[in-house]
């Protein structure tokens, strides 16, 4: 296993450190046993419900992170940010907590719930961009015209400090834990848990998730080098987008192993969650589960954890997935 960098990870006392800001702020996930897939699988599996915190996924963590170490200054100024939904959303909810402007540019096609829930923030929305890599563009250069922050939606020490309290609860709530199964896009929950994990835990197994519309992540890791990865339409909106070298390299350190699910399987697990959990989950959130629930997890080890994080469907994609996969 290579050395984890501490320009692109965080050490773990900055981890304790955002937790100490974050007690206040947001309470601890809950972890809860799934009972249909231990007994499916053989061993424990439980659920980090990141989906239930305010803003519906784990991005409000390392957000309101950044935000808390922002000077009264720059906080005055605002901030800037590309998301694909989620990010945007806890960086929204953060300003909002701080007082701060926030312009949020996000992909034209992103959930409407996403957008409209960031504008109900106080937060002012583009979605002119076609992709979420183009909104990353024009999201860094109106940062640099204006002079203010830009908040990575997946790197930063500052944000992934933020997005690792989420392994620091897993450890506190579950010490026994053998394996943990993490949604991967850019990175940045992988690095800021992965950071943690291999410190305290490094017996841990980590295990990425993506799809096959988004696997920019395994793709390049795979081929031990950035690869260009092109922008398709998927259930996992969340995780779409390139790469760059910084998240290769939290791909290299931070997995033991990348699966990839295919938007069939993602589909149906999402059908699936709603009907047996009554959970509405996104693609992204439920990446996890799916590569559990076909087989893509290999010899598994429990106790297991899955994180859980995206509850931000629109309710027509959730009503059309339940229609193509009946009980």
């Known amino acids: 296993m290579a050395t984890l960098n501490p320009a692109i990870l ?28 231990s007994d499916a699988i053989g061993v424990e599996v439980w659920f980090k419900l990141e989906l239930e915190n305010p803003t519906g996924s784990f991005k409000v963590r390392g957000a309101y992170n950044v935000l ?6 720059e906080r005055a100024r605002g901030v800037v940010a590309s998301s694909a939904g989620n990010h945007g959303l806890g960086v929204a909810y953060a300003a909002k907590a701080f007082n701060t402007p926030a312009m949020l540019y ?3 096609n992103a959930p409407q719930v ?4 960031i504008r109900a923030l106080g937060a002012i929305v583009n979605d002119e961009a076609p992709d979420y890599d183009a909104a990353m563009v024009v999201a860094k250069a109106h940062a640099a015209r204006e002079g203010i922050r830009y908040i990575n ?15 620091l609860e897993v450890l506190e709530q579950l010490p026994s834990v053998q394996t943990i199964m993490i949604c991967t896009g850019g990175g940045g929950l992988l690095g800021g848990m992965g950071a943690v994990l291999r410190a305290l835990a490094p017996t841990v197994r980590v295990v990425g998730v993506q799809t096959v519309e988004t696997a920019a992540m395994s793709t390049s890791v795979q081929a031990g080098h950035v690869v260009d990865w092109p922008s398709t339409p998927t259930l996992a909106d969340g995780l779409a987008g390139q790469i760059d070298d910084d998240a290769l390299h939290i791909g290299q350190v931070c997995a ?6 295919s938007e069939e399987e ?10 047996t959990a009554g959970m509405a989950v996104e693609g992204a959130g439920a990446v996890t589960v799916a590569a559990l629930r076909h087989g893509h997890l290999k010899a598994p080890s429990g106790p297991l954890v899955a994180v859980v994080s995206g509850r931000n469907i629109d309710r027509p994609r959730l009503d059309i ?4 996969h009946p009980a």
Do not use: M, N
């Open 10 to 37: 965080p050490a773990v006392s900055a981890v304790r450190d955002a937790a100490q800001r974050l007690r206040s702020f947001l309470p601890p996930s809950r972890l809860v046993r799934s009972h249909a897939l």
């Open 68 to 73: 808390a170490g922002l000077s009264d200054a």
């Open 106 to 108: 996000v992909p034209s």
């Open 114 to 117: 996403k957008k409209d829930g």
């Open 153 to 167: 939606p997946c790197l930063g020490l500052d944000l992934l400090a933020g997005q690792g309290t989420v392994a």
């Open 256 to 261: 033991d192993e990348l699966l990839v699910v």
């Open 266 to 275: 993602l589909g149906d697990t999402i059908a699936w969650l709603q009907r």
């Open 321 to 324: 997935l339940l229609a193509q």
